[in-house]
């Protein structure tokens, strides 16, 4: 198994990379050399500085005879590329996101629901137009594609998600300063976490269960939802606190802080987030270490620890 991982220094890059490492596997990473945020946890890993979106440096890169695939933010081009010149590629896998169910048409939703990216235009829509490549490619050209779905990541590495559906720096530091927080459509909305760690383990399964992996797709998040409501409990207690919610509608919400907040996030946190991962479980032997309400609250205290609040 010879493994190149585009994307391989990012925040999910670098853990998949780590796991990999760790199993004596033969890995190389590629990235466009612009971020060097976690390098210091993945030296010793062979790594090419490329971009994957231009032909020529994809074409030098696959004349050595990559065997298995992982991109951790594909795009149409990459994936054409990959299909053109990895003449030896007996599994690609690549991160999508369960964004794209939204609004869910059951709950807990699972594989077999419509994709249909959230909104024109959205991010969401842009990770149907990859998945829909990558799995006809499977099923015309029999391109061995595995298709992983997470939920709203969370972990050490990377802010938690805020109340107003970004990811704000001062969220946590005002959760402990004990400020009213908006919170809109009462606080309902189920929130569905994965960790990142987890993540990263089930491109691990999925590499190593081809059999029954190629030509899936799979929602990876943790064991349950939590309502909004829950979600700011959690965060809260991780440091003695309370929330102080004020609940607005998402309309209100959007007029107070016009500009300084991105619709597409806030109208995307009052859809519910709540999947099933029997699939997962069943065919790749998933079983995520974090409970939710691990996951958040570690999240919460390195958020804090980063912020110099302890």
């Not at 609940?247 to 996030?265: C, F, P, R, S, W």
Request: glycine share 8%.
């Amino acid at each position: 198994m010879k493994v190149i991982i585009f994307g391989g220094s990012g925040w999910l890059g670098h853990n998949i990379s780590k796991i990999l490492a760790a199993a004596n596997m033969d890995i190389t990473i590629v990235t466009r050399g612009r971020k060097q945020t976690f390098a210091g946890e993945i030296t010793g890993i062979k790594s090419i500085i490329a971009d994957k979106n231009d032909e020529a440096a994809m074409k030098e890169i696959f004349e050595t005879r990559y065997t298995h695939v992982i991109d951790t933010v594909p795009s149409v081009k990459s994936l054409e590329l990959i299909h053109k010149y990895g003449t030896a590629v007996r599994h690609y896998i690549h991160c999508s996101s369960t964004g794209g169910y939204t609004p869910l048409p059951f709950i807990p939703c699972d594989e077999t629901a419509p994709y249909g990216g959230f909104n024109s235009g959205s991010g969401w829509d842009f990770k149907r137009i990859v998945d829909t490549q990558a799995m006809d490619l499977f099923l015309h050209k029999g391109f061995p594609a595995t298709v992983i779905r997470p939920c709203y990541i969370t972990g050490i590495g990377m802010l938690p998600l805020d109340n107003l559906g970004g990811r704000r720096q001062d969220f946590i530091p005002d959760i402990i300063a004990e400020k009213t927080l908006d919170l809109p459509e009462y606080g309902q909305a189920l929130l569905q976490p994965i960790h990142v760690k987890d993540l990263a383990q089930s491109f691990f399964l999925a590499l190593n269960n081809p059999h029954i992996a190629i030509g899936q797709i799979y929602n990876i998040c943790l064991s349950h939802a939590v309502t909004l409501n829950k979600y700011l409990e959690i965060n809260a207690g991780v440091f003695g606190k309370k929330p102080h919610i004020n609940y607005m509608t998402v309309d209100q919400m959007l007029a107070k802080y016009a500009g300084n907040i991105h619709e597409t996030g806030l109208r995307f946190l009052v859809c519910h987030m709540c999947f099933s991962i029997e699939k997962a479980r069943r065919d790749l032997g998933y079983n995520p270490l974090y409970t939710p309400e691990e996951a958040i609250e570690e999240t919460a205290f390195w958020t804090a620890k980063e912020a110099g609040l302890y």
